[in-house]
């Protein structure tokens, strides 16, 4: 039974995957595509005598071969709607563990109308958190509590309090804070709700807290309807750590809260040639509902190249996405955009040049460089959006500063990129 057909043309009920694929030694990229496309549809090593006419309909299709990169047509029949730990079982389960495999990477996924249409997409998207906000064209501003964890709830909330007058828009707990003894989530939601209504009053803008839901799924879930009851607008998960089942039940209980996505621990499959790609990590998320996602920054502290990173943010903003190279094409329909996040090592001095690279529906997100301005919290959260302000004007960060100390003290400690 061969599962090469170099002449199928996919319809539009097939689920695409593309693949890079390096064979194990001895075996050519032919023999291993057609292993790969056996596994993760209807077959196994050998021939069964069970395997029946209708379900040789079934089969994945290795449809074209381009050196090292593979794309493989699966019924959508294959599938249960809904069901997104049931379909990367298929396209990302056993495959990476076959001996025939050298390296393998899950590069991308066009998903067929019907099986976009079983999942629930963003509730609020990128317009919905504008308009929440009150923020019509600027990037967002944000900063993440540092130092990540040892705070208790009282300090806590006071440095939220800090970063809200002093400009930033959002302030979020960071990956690893949850509910440890030194820091209740309870007692921290009510603290720093309370430090958000203080700011918004003295600034007379909206300011949003995200709070770290994270946890076993039934716990989440009370959490996350304790951050509704208390006046939150948001909510922030761990979508990997928590996993996709956790994160549709998450979506699926219809809260009226944005779903903020860290994606802590994505580095562990996504780097390097074997695994999957950020894009398909980014594709998932968009399809279950979140409304903000980290995507990397370009510059910064974390791994990324530039145009990985802006076919990924183009992934998640745009309506429709063109075919080109190993890239598949995708039209997300009704399916709402993802605002990108950008964080990791940002401070004042590298905002223009992030800005000019990824444009400005993005959301900027600095820890130490916010908290560690050298005149602290309040006056670092003034000199981002400082630096905001002045890629906004067309002016250089440079000549900005000259008339806005609190942006001269951050580029005379960490500098900038013209």
Same mark, same amino acid.
């Given at each position: 039974?061969?599962?090469?057909? /170099?002449?199928?043309?996919?319809?539009?009920?097939?689920?695409? %995957?593309?693949?890079?694929?390096?064979?194990?030694?001895?075996?050519?990229?032919?023999?291993?595509?057609?292993?790969?496309?056996? *596994?993760?549809?209807?077959?196994?090593?050998?021939?069964?005598?069970?395997?029946?006419?209708?379900?040789?309909?079934? #089969?994945?299709?290795?449809?074209?071969?381009?050196?090292?990169?593979?794309?493989?047509?699966?019924?959508?029949?294959?599938?249960?709607?809904?069901?997104?730990? *049931?379909?990367?079982?298929?396209?990302?389960?056993?495959?990476?563990?076959?001996?025939?495999?050298?390296?393998?990477?899950?590069?991308?996924?066009?998903?067929?109308?019907?099986?976009?249409?079983?999942?629930?997409?963003?509730?609020?998207?990128?317009?919905?958190?504008?308009?929440? /906000? &009150?923020?019509?064209?600027?990037?967002?501003?944000?900063?993440?509590?540092?130092?990540?964890?040892?705070?208790?709830?009282?300090?806590?909330?006071?440095?939220?309090?800090?970063?809200?007058?002093?400009? %930033?828009?959002?302030? !979020?707990?960071?990956?690893?804070?949850?509910?440890?003894?030194?820091?209740?989530?309870?007692?921290?939601?009510?603290?720093?709700?309370? =430090?958000?209504?203080?700011?918004?009053? *003295?600034?007379? *803008?909206?300011?949003?807290?995200?709070?770290?839901?994270?946890?076993?799924?039934?716990?989440?879930?009370?959490?996350?309807?304790?951050?509704?009851?208390? &006046?939150?607008?948001?909510?922030?998960?761990?979508?990997?750590?928590?996993?996709?089942?956790?994160?549709?039940?998450?979506?699926?209980?219809?809260?009226?809260?944005?779903?903020?996505?860290?994606?802590?621990?994505?580095?562990?499959?996504?780097?390097?040639?074997?695994?999957?790609?950020? /894009?398909?990590?980014?594709?998932?998320?968009?399809?279950?509902?979140?409304?903000?996602?980290?995507?990397?920054?370009?510059?910064?502290?974390?791994?990324?190249?530039?145009?990985?990173?802006?076919?990924?943010?183009?992934?998640?903003?745009?309506?429709?996405?063109?075919?080109?190279?190993?890239?598949?094409?995708?039209?997300?329909?009704?399916?709402?955009?993802?605002?990108?996040?950008?964080?990791?090592?940002?401070?004042?001095?590298?905002?223009?040049?992030? =800005?000019?690279? =990824?444009?400005?529906?993005?959301?900027?997100?600095?820890?130490?460089?916010?908290?560690?301005?050298?005149?602290?919290?309040?006056?670092?959260?003034?000199?981002?959006?400082?630096?905001?302000?002045?890629?906004?004007?067309?002016?250089?960060? !440079?000549?900005?500063?000259?008339?806005?100390?609190?942006?001269?003290? #951050? /580029?005379?400690?960490?500098?900038?990129?013209?």
């Amino acid at each position: 039974m061969s599962y090469i057909d /170099l002449k199928y043309e996919p319809s539009k009920d097939d689920l695409i %995957c593309s693949f890079r694929i390096e064979p194990s030694r001895g075996l050519n990229i032919k023999k291993v595509a057609e292993a790969v496309a056996a *596994e993760s549809s209807v077959g196994t090593w050998t021939e069964v005598k069970t395997m029946k006419p209708r379900i040789r309909n079934m #089969a994945a299709k290795v449809f074209e071969i381009k050196g090292n990169y593979v794309k493989i047509a699966y019924p959508s029949e294959l599938f249960e709607l809904g069901n997104m730990p *049931e379909i990367l079982s298929s396209i990302a389960g056993n495959i990476f563990g076959m001996k025939a495999v050298k390296k393998l990477r899950l590069e991308d996924v066009e998903w067929p109308k019907k099986i976009k249409n079983s999942f629930k997409g963003p509730k609020f998207g990128i317009h919905g958190i504008r308009k929440i /906000l &009150g923020v019509k064209k600027r990037p967002l501003v944000g900063t993440i509590i540092k130092p990540k964890i040892g705070l208790n709830e009282k300090e806590h909330a006071k440095v939220a309090y800090e970063a809200w007058v002093g400009g %930033c828009d959002i302030v !979020k707990d960071d990956e690893n804070l949850t509910s440890q003894n030194f820091n209740r989530f309870e007692k921290r939601l009510k603290e720093t709700l309370k =430090m958000r209504d203080k700011a918004e009053k *003295e600034t007379g *803008e909206k300011k949003v807290y995200m709070p770290n839901v994270t946890a076993e799924t039934k716990e989440m879930l009370r959490r996350a309807k304790l951050v509704e009851e208390m &006046g939150g607008r948001y909510m922030m998960v761990d979508i990997i750590t928590t996993g996709w089942a956790g994160l549709q039940t998450l979506r699926n209980e219809d809260l009226n809260l944005v779903i903020h996505a860290h994606r802590a621990g994505h580095g562990a499959f996504t780097r390097g040639l074997h695994g999957i790609s950020m /894009l398909v990590v980014a594709d998932i998320a968009r399809l279950i509902g979140v409304d903000q996602l980290h995507i990397g920054t370009v510059i910064g502290k974390m791994e990324g190249k530039k145009e990985e990173i802006l076919r990924i943010e183009a992934e998640i903003e745009k309506s429709f996405i063109k075919e080109g190279g190993h890239y598949l094409e995708e039209d997300w329909g009704r399916i709402k955009p993802v605002f990108a996040v950008c964080s990791g090592g940002l401070h004042p001095g590298l905002v223009q040049r992030l =800005m000019k690279i =990824m444009g400005n529906n993005i959301i900027i997100q600095a820890g130490g460089g916010i908290h560690g301005h050298p005149k602290g919290t309040r006056v670092g959260a003034t000199a981002m959006r400082q630096a905001v302000d002045a890629t906004l004007k067309g002016i250089s960060l !440079k000549e900005y500063s000259k008339t806005h100390k609190e942006l001269r003290d #951050a /580029l005379k400690k960490w500098g900038y990129k013209k």
